[in-house]
């Protein structure tokens, strides 16, 4: 998330009761989770197993729960709880503001782009020009679309990530992490009926220029879809992966979070990816293998029950 205006590193200390050392004159630009911060950014972490990734990354400002080492001209925001101070933070410079028309006041729309009944536009959001919007579709706060852009009936715009820390006190149960990042869409995209995509957590999740969604799609927060990629129906994607340009996933194909589809890949129907794919190349199978192995190994399969009878008849 991108604050309006850079915040001094004094003003966050108060807002989260942290103490303050470093670099204290400074200013945040944003907050982001490790995997996306950039430089200016306030960053948290609550585990010492991932201190040194947090102080050692792009962002300036850790807000954590205990003094140590950190590099010169960065800062350290010393609280007892980090993660809630990141959702102190979320609370104030992005409050929750329920909309009260089907399209806010604080909506952009551009020109010639048509919008059809029972559409809802939150507030913030940013549609280009010459756009088509059919109806029931949600578009939520803050997201952006380009120019070109058509989304069919009944897809979700902007829904919060599924994004949980596991919390153990008297029960076990999950603390929702509050998104405060984005759904970009680009030019010339087009998305089929029925679809979902989640914003970013703190980030950005991003649909490329020229890609094509089908319908009942799914894609996790913070995910980066390429220009010119193709998906179709009931794909579904986990948070944080990325689509390199021109992928093309056939229906129902599950990709796992934090990867990396390669440029120009082909992933077969119904297929399971679970570790990063070099680009090039077609896949196929649940891990998703080389398809032309893949082949080799179900004709393999095949010739199973007879390699068993000659060996039984020996």
């Given amino acids: 998330m991108r604050f309006n205006q850079p915040i001094p590193l004094n003003e966050i200390a108060t807002i989260i009761g942290a103490r303050l050392i470093g670099n204290t004159q400074a200013s945040a630009t944003g907050i982001n989770e490790i995997h996306k911060v950039e430089v200016g950014d306030l960053v948290f972490v609550d585990h010492p197993k991932y201190y040194d990734k947090c102080i050692n990354s792009a962002a300036s400002f850790i807000i954590i729960n205990k003094e140590t080492d950190f590099p010169e001209g960065k800062a350290l925001l010393i609280t007892d709880d980090p993660f809630e101070a990141y959702q102190t933070l979320v609370k104030h410079f992005r409050p929750f503001n329920p909309s009260t028309k089907p399209i806010a006041d604080t909506a952009e729309i551009g020109s010639d782009t048509v919008i059809m009944p029972n559409v809802v536009i939150g507030n913030h959001v940013k549609i280009g020009s010459r756009c088509i919007i059919h109806p029931n579709v949600t578009i939520l706060d803050y997201c952006v679309l380009g120019d070109d852009v058509v989304i069919q009936a009944g897809t979700v715009i902007g829904s919060d990530a599924f994004y949980y820390n596991k919390k153990t006190n008297r029960d076990v149960h999950y603390k929702k992490m509050l998104s405060c990042g984005r759904v970009v869409i680009e030019d010339a995209v087009e998305i089929g009926a029925g679809c979902t995509i989640d914003r970013g957590v703190t980030h950005d999740t991003v649909i490329g220029k020229g890609s094509r969604l089908d319908n009942m799609i799914h894609i996790g927060h913070d995910t980066v879809i390429g220009k010119n990629c193709l998906l179709a129906a009931q794909v579904g994607i986990a948070g944080a992966t990325t689509l390199e340009d021109n992928v093309i996933l056939w229906g129902q194909v599950g990709v796992s979070k934090t990867l990396t589809i390669g440029k120009d890949a082909v992933v077969m ?24 192995e893949k082949k080799k190994e179900l004709v393999w399969i095949k010739r199973i029950p007879l390699l068993w009878e000659k060996v039984v008849n020996r």
């Fill in 269 to 292: 129907a119904q297929s399971g990816v679970g570790t990063t794919l070099p680009g090039g190349k077609a896949y196929f199978g649940s891990p998703a293998i080389d398809a032309g």
